[in-house]
Nanobody, 119 residues
Framework: VQLVESGGGLVQPGGSLQLFCAASGSIFSINDMGWYRQAPGKQRELVANITGGDRLNYGESVEGRFTMSRITSRNEVALQMNSLKPEDTAVYYC??????????????WGQGTQVTVSS
């Protein structure tokens, strides 16, 4: 299963950006899909994910500012990021876990997209 990310870039503090991630391949199910991020010198942290039953989870540092949505018919997720802060600067990685059509489990990651919040 392959993941392709888009969006990201440079934005001023207080601004907004939107990220997209599309999954493709022999997908039978997507049981968990979302975003992690990693800033220089810091550990990778969960930003948001959506699990079976469309349960949304957000990292503490982004709750109330970021909104994740899922377009099930296209195996896509979007991450709307508002009120961005310099500390949101990081590489954002999309991930997806589930089963392929041949019932093999997969744990796929995107290539990462840079988000920079700076004046």
């Amino acid at each position: 299963v392959q993941l392709v990310e888009s969006g990201g870039g440079l934005v001023q503090p207080g601004g907004s950006l939107q990220l997209f991630c599309a999954a493709s391949g022999s997908i039978f199910s997507i049981n968990d899909m979302g975003w992690y991020r990693q800033a220089p010198g810091k550990q990778r942290e969960l930003v948001a994910n959506i699990t079976g039953g469309d349960r949304l989870n957000y990292g503490e540092s982004v709750e109330g500012r970021f909104t994740m949505s899922r377009i099930t018919s296209r195996n896509e997720v979007a991450l709307q990021m508002n009120s961005l802060k310099p500390e949101d600067t990081a590489v954002y990685y999309c991930f997806a876990r589930g089963y392929e059509s041949n019932w093999k489990p997969y744990d796929s990651w995107g290539q990462g997209t840079q988000v920079t919040v700076s004046s």
